[in-house]
């Protein structure tokens, strides 16, 4: 699905408009969770529910990919006009987990990249003997996972705590 279309469905969904907060988007997802599970909610179905899940995990990923972005207040439908039309100001996301996540995603990414370039992506091979790019591949992920294990630890209900967990469980790979 075009990722324009996606960022409308999901706003119009969940009740939010562009210049979003974490705390508006978790605020927004509790309430219509309680409408829409299964279980507890108006319906039996867990289509909404699913559905729901799919739209709050968009805005979750919009927010992890533009955490400094803030639209102007006027009020302005968000089909109006494209994305990059819009006007933004920007300002640092006051979110202070948020910029560690953030910080240990880049360094994550830049060293699983490193790691592959090295390889020229031949196979991999988890052996320490035979692959030394894996040991330094290592040894540049150890500070990302102690990163995200903070955050568990201390920031359990962030939102980011989540994803810090399917991180360290996703890292899991290159220890196996």
């Keep these: 699905m075009d990722k324009k279309l996606l960022l409308n469905d999901s706003l ?3 009740g939010l408009s562009l210049g979003f907060t974490e705390s508006e988007l978790k605020e927004s997802y509790h309430k219509l969770a309680k409408k829409y599970h299964p279980d507890s909610g108006e319906f039996t179905s867990d289509v909404m529910f699913l559905e729901l899940n799919k739209h709050y995990e968009s805005l979750k990923d919009y927010l992890l990919i533009h955490p400094e972005d803030e639209y102007s207040n006027r009020e302005i439908a968000v089909e109006e006009a494209p994305l990059d039309a819009k006007i ?19 360094k994550e990414t830049e060293a699983i990249l490193r790691y592959y370039e090295k390889r020229n992506l031949h196979p991999i091979e988890l052996s320490d003997n ?3 790019e894996l040991v330094q591949l290592r040894k540049d992920l150890e500070p990302v996972l ?12 962030s939102i980011w705590a989540k994803d810090a967990k399917d991180s360290l469980e996703r890292l899991r790979v290159w220890w196996s």
């Design 88 to 106: 933004r100001t920007h300002k640092p996301s006051k979110d202070p987990i948020f910029h560690e996540y953030k910080l240990a995603k880049e």
């Design 130 to 132: 035979l692959n030394k």
């Design 146 to 157: 102690l990163v995200y294990a903070e955050i568990l630890k201390k920031h359990s209900t």
């Design 12 to 14: 119009h969904f969940l």
